[in-house]
């Protein structure tokens, strides 16, 4: 005869296995952005190096700013051929070397052959050179 606390066999709950619980709650927890494999990470790295790559190979117009001046308008509209304009600045002063619009350094011009050149005397840090590429100065 059964007492108020015993239950009989088809009453009683079994506690579940707790092997299986830890299992169902590490199968329900997945994160949204699983770690990279091994191979994905390779993969990008190649293709960073390749996109930098590329970065590197394009080409920017380089100015050399040799001198400046402010004219007025009737000036400028009696320029002509053969018209010598004669600035402020020394012949032999440095002049600024140019990345759109934005000095990067600057320079003693040279004549190599029959070609003008420039010998860089001062230069920017990597960082203000890069900033001078940006397209929105």
Do not use: C
């Not at 402020?88 to 759109?100: G, I, K, R, S, T």
């Amino acid at each position: 005869m059964a007492t108020e606390t015993e239950q009989s066999p088809q009453e009683i709950e079994t506690p579940p296995n707790a092997d299986s619980s830890e299992a169902s709650v590490a199968e329900s927890f997945e994160p949204d952005n699983p770690a990279p494999e091994p191979q994905d990470s390779v993969a990008s790295a190649k293709k960073n190096a390749k996109n930098f790559h590329q970065i590197l190979s394009i080409r920017v117009p380089l100015i050399v700013k040799v001198a400046q001046k402010k004219l007025t308008m009737a000036e400028i509209l009696k320029l002509h051929i053969g018209t010598v304009i004669q600035f402020d600045q020394d012949a032999y002063q440095h002049v600024e070397l140019m990345v759109n619009n934005s000095v990067i350094g600057l320079g003693q011009p040279v004549k190599i052959g029959e070609n003008f050149g420039l010998m860089i005397t001062q230069i920017g840090n990597i960082t203000d050179t890069i900033k001078a590429l940006k397209t929105d100065n």
